[in-house]
């Protein structure tokens, strides 16, 4: 049984930082990719960032490029997305996404797996 749970949510001000993680109970971590998706009060679930699962693929939604980084350490079954420069709009719940696949996917039908979610909360 595959398990994700994510951790490092919190309330910041605008402008702050923080660093979600989330730690995959998955014996091949590398052979898939991963992703981050966030929804926020009354939207669908959107996706954040995608890593490929050698970890040297990347890919951001636009409105966080320049803000966020996915990063994935195999050797730890961990996943992390480091988001700078927080705004009021980043505020939702993220989740963590395995899809059955080593490569990036933006949709969220590619990906068979998810975390419960974390709340991030950014405060104007």
């Known amino acids: 049984q595959v398990q994700l749970e994510e951790s490092g949510g919190g309330l910041v001000q605008a402008g702050g930082s923080l660093r979600l993680s989330c730690t995959a109970s998955?014996?091949?971590?590398?052979?898939?990719?991963m992703a981050w998706f966030r929804q926020a009060p009354g939207k669908e679930r959107e996706y954040v960032a995608t890593?490929?699962?050698?970890?040297?693929?990347?890919r951001y939604r636009n409105s966080v490029l320049g803000r966020f980084t996915i990063s994935r350490d195999n050797a730890r079954n961990t996943m992390t997305l480091q988001m700078n420069n927080l705004r009021p709009e980043d505020t939702a719940v993220y989740y963590c996404?395995?899809?059955?696949?080593?490569?990036?996917?933006?949709?969220?039908?590619?990906?068979?797996?998810w975390g419960q979610g974390i709340q991030v909360t950014v405060a104007s």
């Open positions: 996404a395995r899809r059955n696949d080593i490569g990036l996917a933006t949709w969220e039908a590619a990906y068979d797996y």
């Open positions: 890593i490929s699962g050698s970890g040297m693929g990347t």
């Open positions: 998955v014996p091949t971590f590398r052979a898939y990719g």
